[in-house]
């Protein structure tokens, strides 16, 4: 196995423990272990990424000389919004209801959209094994969704959130994989944080967020998950996930949603006493053999 190819494997990996454990990071932010509330959802989505606009402001103003056509432009504008800005906004309001482990296993729809939108916008081509593995994934995520059905804890609204979030996520992928070839992994993230980085701060602005900062006793506190959020799981992540897909594919970029829900599951249930079944157990096993299968060299 090449070298990239070990690294990729590497990446996916330690971005599903980075994003994994971005769930229970929301939830802090909006509430301390006890239930108490600090930011609301939209407060923390806005937060995140004013905080994230800000850390890559500097390289991307820099960087404004690389955007040199209005196709461009538009493509960093798309992985902007549709792959950061809104889903930030779409999963915080998704936590209000669900589970941190659950909103994890939705998260997983992503490479279904990634094959939908690659096949049918940009012609990509999609092997049987792509299409088999991920079929066996789905089924495991069928499981530890239809665990949740079961027990009563689905709110369809939510769940519609997280569904869209996962569209645009996928619609992001393409779109740097397909548009924004000429520009490496630091520079899409950081033109791309850049572009959303003045709305954010306007939301975070009119929202209350700034006023909770400083009235709230339990603040900063919420302010200081934010900013790992941020900072690690938003800004760091995204440059080492624009690597992954201009080395492999943005269908093997987007295996990373299959593994997130076992780290989201395994913290939740330490960290937030959630419950594990053995319908979980067993989605999570039938999902990594199928991401396996998906991602298996010739």
């Known amino acids: 196995m090449e070298k990239k190819s070990i690294l990729s494997w590497f990446l996916l990996v330690l ?3 980075v994003w994994g454990s971005s769930f229970i990071l929301m939830l802090r932010g909006m509430q301390t272990e006890d239930g108490t509330p600090i930011y609301s959802d939209v407060q923390v989505g806005a937060l995140r990424m004013t905080i994230a606009g800000l850390v890559m402001f500097p390289f991307g103003i ?30 915080t309001y998704a936590e209000t209801e669900l589970s941190s482990g659950l909103t994890g296993m939705l998260n997983s729809f992503t490479s279904f959209f990634t094959i939908i939108i690659g096949y049918t916008v940009f012609k990509q081509a ?12 789905f ?17 369809w609204p939510h769940i519609g ?54 009235k709230n006793v339990n603040g900063y506190t919420g302010l200081g998950y934010i900013a790992i959020l941020s900072v690690v799981g938003t800004c760091i992540a995204v440059i080492l996930f624009n690597r992954i897909i201009a ?15 076992i780290v ?9 006493a959630e419950t594990i079944q053995w319908q979980q157990i ?6 990594i053999g199928g991401v396996a299968l998906a991602n298996r060299q010739k």
């Open 161 to 214: 959130a997280v569904v869209l979030a996962t569209v645009m996520y996928a619609t992001s992928l393409n779109t740097i994989k397909y548009e924004c070839q000429s520009l490496r992994s630091l520079e899409i993230t950081a033109l791309a944080f850049t572009l959303v980085s003045l709305p954010a701060l306007a939301v975070s602005y009119f929202s209350g967020a700034f006023t909770v900062m400083t």
């Open 139 to 155: 089924a495991g995520i069928c499981l530890l969704v239809g665990s949740s059905v079961l027990d009563g804890t689905i709110s």
């Open 247 to 261: 080395w492999k594919s943005a269908v093997f970029a987007s295996s990373v949603t299959y593994l997130i829900p």
């Open 126 to 137: 999609v092997s049987k094994r792509q299409v088999y593995g991920l079929l066996i994934a």
């Open 264 to 272: 989201a599951i395994i913290l939740g249930c330490y960290l937030n």
């Open 62 to 91: 820099f960087l404004l000389k690389k955007i040199k056509s209005i196709r461009l432009f538009f493509a960093l504008l798309i992985v902007g919004t549709c792959g950061n800005f809104i889903p930030a906004f779409l999963f």
């Open 15 to 17: 971005l599903s423990i």
């Open 282 to 287: 067993l989605g999570m096993v039938v999902i």
